[in-house]
């Protein structure tokens, strides 16, 4: 059997050559473990407390490196505290981890199986008690400061179901290969976020005539070290963030935010890229201009504004600034590679999510896309949350089959079969999810 080298290649390229691999999951031969050491050497307190199940009272003390002997005599593979041991760690420095279709098969994410998307370093020491949010701004009439507390007790608590996706999610198809995280599938999930309205925040600072933007910054510093430095301050426009769906969060699932996702207080906009979702919230301005936050210009989360081929240069000039994702859907049920016999019917299921606007139509192929069938589609529990597909399978014989889904948005745009849009930095790929199926 030959043996491929995924990673570079792309989701697209694997079992073209390599179909005997059906029945081995690609995810088991893809991944490469981050080691214990390597983690914990780079990590933070917090995340090593979080780790060894304590604070640290001596950490002062320990030598750069040590691995906590309640780690380094264990056998429990390396995992990020708070998240499911399935999560797939693509960095450590900063910790970036996706999540695997098959562990996304809820339909509403569980907090443990969010994917972390870190730009920098998670804030070491978190005083819930003294956290503050300033709303501030050359655009706002005046500054306001609430305590986690008294955000919670001023304004009305809000709750609803919505999908978060990092705008390089799918990253790893694009040829020529874009530099970044090498996102396959999974930095998406759609949890239950609880808060209060952006709005009400921003309406009790005042909101000036001349608002165009909102920008948010967080507690993390740069990778660097350099305290001057910020690892990501995006924002959108303020029609956006006067939308009812656009909350300030302190709970996913009816739980805090775990660590990694923003703990004790994030942004979440949505249908937009899960970068405008600012995590450990401290401060929002109100801008008179496009918020000029790190990332928010050049490359960062900006793509050509007219097509351009595969490889091309593009002038910064000629770049801009994502707004809703495309509609897309996962296979979250069966995992690929499934074996089945000649008189079995498949079950298959996921979701499907459409940026701004809500899926239309959920369609399958067992053929590379000859013909589709329709799937039983849900609707949305609320706008911005994903939505359940489903549909039942019958295979002619035997064989190697693949399984390919494709969901249509309420503008009768449809996710295209092969990676759309090429683009500096590999954003937006909403190319069809597709899955092995062996008919033995
Ligand atoms: N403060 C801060 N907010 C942030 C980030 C970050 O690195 N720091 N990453 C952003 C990006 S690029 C994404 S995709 C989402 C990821 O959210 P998650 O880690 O909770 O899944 O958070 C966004 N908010
Ligand atoms: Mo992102």
New binding site residues.
């Given amino acids: 059997m030959k043996k491929t080298r995924t990673l570079k290649k792309g989701l697209h390229a694997l079992y073209a050559d390599d179909p005997e691999a059906a029945d081995k999951s690609i995810w088991d031969r893809e991944v490469d473990p981050v080691s214990r050491r390597g983690f914990l050497k780079k990590s933070s307190l917090l995340a090593m407390g979080a780790a060894v199940g304590a604070h640290i009272p001596f950490a002062d003390h320990m030598p750069g490196g040590l691995i906590p002997a309640a780690l380094a005599q264990s056998e429990e593979p390396f995992r990020i505290p708070g998240k499911d041991p399935g999560l797939i760690v693509l960095n450590d420095r ?1 910790v970036n981890a996706e999540t695997p279709p098959w562990l996304l098969d809820d339909p509403v994410t569980p907090a443990d199986r ?7 370093i998670p804030p070491q020491e978190i005083d819930v008690d003294a956290w503050t949010l300033n709303v501030e701004g050359e655009a706002a009439k005046s500054s306001v400061s609430y305590t986690l507390k008294e955000l919670k007790e001023r304004f009305e608590h809000h709750t609803y179901q919505m999908t ?4 390089g999610n799918g990253r790893a198809e694009f040829i020529p290969p874009a530099k970044g995280n090498q996102w396959r599938l999974g ?1 998406v ?1 759609c949890p239950q976020w609880t808060g209060v309205r952006l709005r009400d925040v921003l309406e009790s600072a005042g909101i000036g005539e001349d608002a165009v933007y909102i920008g ?1 910054y ?3 510093t740069h990778i660097s070290g350099d305290p001057n430095k910020v ?2 301050s995006r924002g959108v426009p303020i029609s956006k963030a006067l939308e009812n769906e656009s909350l300030l969060v302190w709970a996913i699932n009816g739980k805090d935010l775990p660590v ?3 703990y004790p207080l ?1 942004l979440v906009i949505g249908g937009w ?9 401290e401060k929002i301005v109100i801008r008179n201009k496009i918020h000029d936050g790190a990332k928010m210009g050049g490359y960062s989360y900006r793509v050509p504004c007219h097509p351009v081929a595969p490889g091309a240069e593009v002038a910064e000039a000629d770049m801009c600034i994502i707004e809703s994702m495309p509609v897309k859907s996962l296979i979250t049920y069966p995992r690929s590679g499934v074996m089945i016999q000649p008189d079995q019917t498949l079950k298959v299921r996921g979701h499907a999510w459409a940026g701004d606007h809500s899926v239309a139509a959920m369609a399958v192929s067992i053929d590379f896309g000859a013909t589709w069938q329709p799937c039983k589609l849900k609707p949305a529990v609320n706008r911005f949350a994903w939505q359940q597909w489903s549909s039942e399978l019958r295979f002619p014989g035997k064989g190697y089959y693949e399984v390919w889904a494709r969901a249509t948005d309420s503008m009768e745009r449809m996710q295209p079969m092969v990676v759309p849009g090429w683009n500096p930095k590999g954003y937006l790929n909403n190319a069809c999810h597709r899955i092995a199926v062996k008919v033995v």
């Fill in positions: 900063p969010l994917f972390v998307r870190n730009n920098g978060i996706e990092c705008g930095a999930g948010y967080g507690r993390d690892p990501i990694m996702n923003g994030r890229p899960g970068s405008t979702c600012g995590k450990w919230l």
